[in-house]
């Protein structure tokens, strides 16, 4: 008999959800992680008393009720609304584009006004099929937003310039004719107070786990462990990359404690011209409850400048490529994967997929409930 029914690979959110319900229904548990701490993308660490988002700015956001009863079990979220500014060449604009952002651009005042304005640029430009995200985003919102807020931003993003990015990467803009400046159209939101570290810990609590652990480097020894692996690392790495490299978008941040109490006045701060290398910079005090307060309590502040940058196999990878090419070459890795009779693939990494946390602790509930089919689990 293995000494572990379940073998998690990554203490992530999938990781930990699986792990969490595996361990409620009594099932022995080990979950390993190759970093030197648990919560994988959404770890949060404290400098200067501010809680700082070491992989990116992530605010919990979701129309599930079943995903927010969940992540409640685990901590108290704030009531964090992310309310973005772009910053174009020292113009500031509200975002997403709303009343506020039209205002501005324009000074109108009333939605007919602005969707009249929208509405000519859309014909003076005269695209009716888009060929290039350019063409896109255009006929979707008009040249002056294109061009101040649009543009440069996604330019730097994708690393090309946006007539040479296909339509298909913004098939919507969230445009809105109210003074909302919400940028999650969600019944749910917030930040979990504490930071996301102490919500995986809950989530993680009475079950065993190593850290600064690779799978890969042992795989053989961590297999005979126990009888069935959760594998949330990159799919690729697991086949030792023999179809090929995934592609991925990597980010590269910045960060840096500066002595002042207050340098933006806001958690996120977009940067939409091409000649700013950076695309935005992250302020990650104003993400905590007590932002009326001015953060005069916390004399100094932390800031993340975020760089978008090419990956390349062993570069941190964020975001997933979803063009045609990489969409063939995963679907012949999970040929591989479904093969593997004892190991599930699951998370961001190991779908290949961009998940938000809302969705991937609902997949990770989802499977496990089937794979525990049968045992007692909780049901959420
Ligand atoms: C910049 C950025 C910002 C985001 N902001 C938001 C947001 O605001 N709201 C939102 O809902 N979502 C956001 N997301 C998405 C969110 O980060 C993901 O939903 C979530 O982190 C996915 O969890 P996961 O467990 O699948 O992956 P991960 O968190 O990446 O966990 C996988 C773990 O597996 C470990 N691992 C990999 N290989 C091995 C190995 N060989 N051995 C041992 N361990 C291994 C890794 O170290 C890692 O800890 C954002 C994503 C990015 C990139």
Avoid at 15 to 28: H, W, Y
Avoid at 127 to 134: A, D, F, N, V
Avoid at 138 to 155: H, R
């Amino acid at each position: 008999m293995s000494e572990y029914d379940y073998l998690i690979v990554g203490a992530g959110l999938y990781g930990a959800t699986f792990a969490r319900q595996a361990a409620d229904a009594k099932k022995r548990v080990l979950v390993i992680d190759k970093r030197d701490h648990i919560g994988g993308n959404v770890y949060t660490e404290s400098i200067e008393n501010v809680v700082v988002h070491r992989y990116g700015a992530h605010i919990f956001h979701t129309n599930s009720e079943r995903a927010w009863n969940y992540v409640n079990r685990f901590a108290t979220f704030n009531r964090f609304t992310n309310s973005p500014v772009a910053n174009y060449k020292g113009e500031l604009y509200s975002l997403p584009f709303n009343m506020y952002t039209f205002n501005k651009m324009w000074g109108v005042t009333t939605p007919d006004e602005a969707k009249a304005i929208i509405e000519k640029q859309r014909d003076e430009a005269g695209i009716t099929e888009p060929k290039s995200l350019e063409e896109q985003a255009i006929s979707l919102v008009g040249t002056d937003i294109y061009e101040k807020l649009i543009k440069g931003y996604t330019m730097k993003q994708w690393g090309r310039e946006c007539d040479k990015l296909p339509a298909f990467i913004i098939k919507r803009l969230p445009v809105r004719f109210t003074f909302d400046n919400n940028y999650f159209n969600a019944l749910y939101q917030g930040i979990p107070v504490g930071g996301y570290t102490d919500m995986v810990a809950n989530m993680l609590k009475g079950i065993e786990y190593r850290l600064s652990t690779d799978y890969l480097a042992n795989k053989e020894e961590f297999e005979s462990l126990a009888d069935r692996v959760v594998y949330t690392g990159p799919i690729d790495a697991y086949f030792n990359y023999e179809l090929g490299a995934l592609k991925y978008r990597s980010i590269r941040f910045d960060t840096e404690v500066l002595d002042t109490p207050n340098y933006q006045g806001n958690a996120a701060v977009n940067y939409t011209d091409s000649e700013t290398p950076y695309t935005r910079i992250i302020e990650h005090k104003w993400f905590e409850f007590g932002k009326d307060r001015n953060g005069d309590d916390i004399p100094k502040t932390v800031i993340s400048r975020e760089y978008s940058e090419e990956w390349e196999v062993g570069v941190e990878p964020y975001y997933p490529v979803n063009d045609d090419e990489n969409a063939e070459l995963y679907s012949r890795y999970k040929a591989l994967a479904d093969k593997e009779g004892n190991v599930i693939f699951g998370g961001r990494l190991g779908e290949y997929k961009y998940y938000d946390m809302d969705a991937v602790i609902l997949a990770a509930l989802d499977k496990a409930s089937m794979a525990l089919k049968g045992d007692f689990v909780v049901k959420w």
